[in-house]
């Protein structure tokens, strides 16, 4: 199958007086509709993996392939709109507009697709909703939800625009884990409905084990890449 | 864009208290602007009002002193058609003495058109009587007739340099507001100085008022050609330059006012607006990591800037407008008029309410620039 996201010789520097050195010559390939995990410890440099892999980070050398393009040579709107139309982010915090209510958070991406949201679009935003268990709450302003009700709007909004890929970082983190699992098994039928690429990176070692690929960071080299 | 307007109206209402501030912010410095300019405005109008107002703007009298000359109908005819003009009189004058049998005053005998007495808008200044119908009837400035000692239907004297007499009857006493004109002025009919002097049917000046009164130099000069050439066109503005001065300093000094009160409304904007980005910024990273663009996020500032003006330069106009109102009632003259009439000139008070949308806009100008370098990575690392 083709790569959808390719990463390349990729090298991460922080600071410029002092160095940090957080990626270190990172090859990464993953596959469209695969399901793939990434986990490491604290400081290893997976979320700037996951960062560098949503665009939100540039790398300091190497190259990102994003379905079949070289990121570095868009420019920024460009850029921006291929994010918003190919990649869902679910992060470890929710990141939630508290000005919106859920339903409103979770169309947000679309509007900035499309200026105006179809019915078909409305329709699956419910469904979402409905999904993750939040249809009583779906009028509820963000901030005047719980954390895991947050999150679940977070995930809701991240699928909202059928991305080709979705980047997540610890999107189990906060929940319990009857709730945990039905994360898992959502993204799963997503994954297989859709075929939609999943990164995921897990602290969780039951959500990792249920993933195809599991790759493992340390120190900003791949320890590990395990294909089942 | 739609999108980018109801994020701004979202960070708006969703921060009621906020908006509210900023809001009454553009709305008190517009109203300041719009009450000290149609206040000045107002005063400066009624400065001229009082002073030039009740008399002529233009005056064509002869090269030499108090000579009469004879007005050419075709030059009369033309000045009555002249829309730029309104109120064209003749005038007949001469200097006299007011006698009564004990008492006597040296006074100006003005011989008046119809068209004259409205240019000082006499019936209306009258005291006491009526006007002088006839060409042996006068009305005295009511400083003369104090001095002359003479009342209502009472007959005087008045006498030539050249010593000819005639009697006239007092039918009315005015007040033009103006004690050297009060004193000593004597008018009647233009037919009574004409027989007094020998005149025949000639006159000694003829008056007008303008539309516009700024406008009187420019018409004048444009009158000039069309008269004899032993005659001369004056205008009030050059009898009036220190008035006009004192006018000039006071419109620059409300231009500072207004300049000032400006500057101090698009810091206040600017400064609230750039504290919005910092406020908002974890919301501006998220919205780009969802994939808004960097001209979309500076969108949002642009329209937050936007609405605020508008709505702050509509409470601004309505705050300022009603000051006006509050101080045309409460401030008043003895008489019950008001001491600053007011003209709501509608062009102005649209500029000030522009003012407050475009410096609004100019003042989110910065913060949407900011917003541009913000970057949804620095929002996700320091979470």
Sequence with gaps: MANILELQHIDKIYGTSIKTHVLHDVNLSFEEGSFN??????????????????????????????????????????????????????????????????????????????????????????????????????????????????????????????????????????????????????MRDINKKYNTTFIIITHDQQIAQKTDRIVEIKDGKILLDLRK | MKLSFSIAKRFLTYSKGQTILIMLGIA?????????????????????????????????????????????????TSLTKDDRLIHVGKTADGAVFALTANEDESALLRGFSDETATIYDLENSLLDGRMADTANEVILGKGLATNLNVDLNETITLQTILGDTVDVKVVGIFDLGVSAVNDSWI??????????????????????????????????????????????????????????????GQSISTYMIQLFVLISVILGISSVLAITVLQKSRQIGILKAMGINDSQASLIFIFQGLILGILGGILGVGLGVGLLAMFTTFA?????????????????????GSVAVISALLASVIPARKSKKLSPIEVIRNG
Excluded at chain 1, 123 to 146: H, Q, T, W, Y
Aim: aromatic share 6%; no cysteine; glycine share 8%.
């Design chain 2, 332 to 352: 008043k003259n003895p008489d019950g008029t008001a001491l600053i009439p007011i003209t709501y000139d509608a062009t102005f008070i649209a500029f000030s």
């Design chain 2, 187 to 248: 008018v009647s009919q233009s037919e009574l100085t004409q027989e007094l002097f020998n005149l025949g049917d000639a006159f000694t000046g003829i008056e007008m008022q303008v539309k516009d009164v700024f406008a009187a130099d420019t018409i004048a000069a444009s009158l000039e050609p069309s008269v004899d050439s032993d005659l001369k066109v004056v205008n009030w503005k050059a009898q009036n330059e220190s008035l006009l001065s004192g006018l000039n």
């Design chain 1, 37 to 186: 995990s990434i986990i490491g410890q604290s400081g290893s440099g997976k979320s700037t993996l996951l960062n560098i892999l949503g665009t939100l980070d540039k790398p300091t050398n190497g190259k990102v392939v994003l379905n079949g393009k070289d990121v570095s040579t868009l420019k920024s709107k460009e850029l921006a709109s291929l994010r918003n139309e190919t990649i869902g982010f679910i992060f470890q915090f929710h990141y939630l507009l508290p000005e919106f209510t859920a339903i409103q958070n979770i169309l947000l991406p679309n509007r900035i697709k499309n200026a105006k949201v179809s019915k078909e679009t409305m329709d699956r935003a419910l469904e979402l909703i409905d999904f993750v268990g939040l249809s009583a709450v779906k009028d509820n302003p963000a901030n005047k939800m719980s954390g895991g009700q947050q999150q679940r709007t977070a995930i809701a909004r991240a699928l909202i625009n059928n991305p080709r890929i979705i980047l997540a970082d610890e999107p189990t983190g906060n929940l319990d884990s009857d709730t945990a699992e039905q994360i898992y098994k959502l």
């Design chain 2, 28 to 76: 008190i410095g517009i109203s300041v602007q719009i009450f000290i300019g149609l206040l000045i405005q107002g005063l400066q109008d009624s400065l001229i009002q009082r002073t030039i107002g009740q008399s002529p703007h233009i005056t064509i009298v002869s090269e030499s002193k108090g000579a009469s000359f004879q007005i050419e109908d075709a030059l009369f």
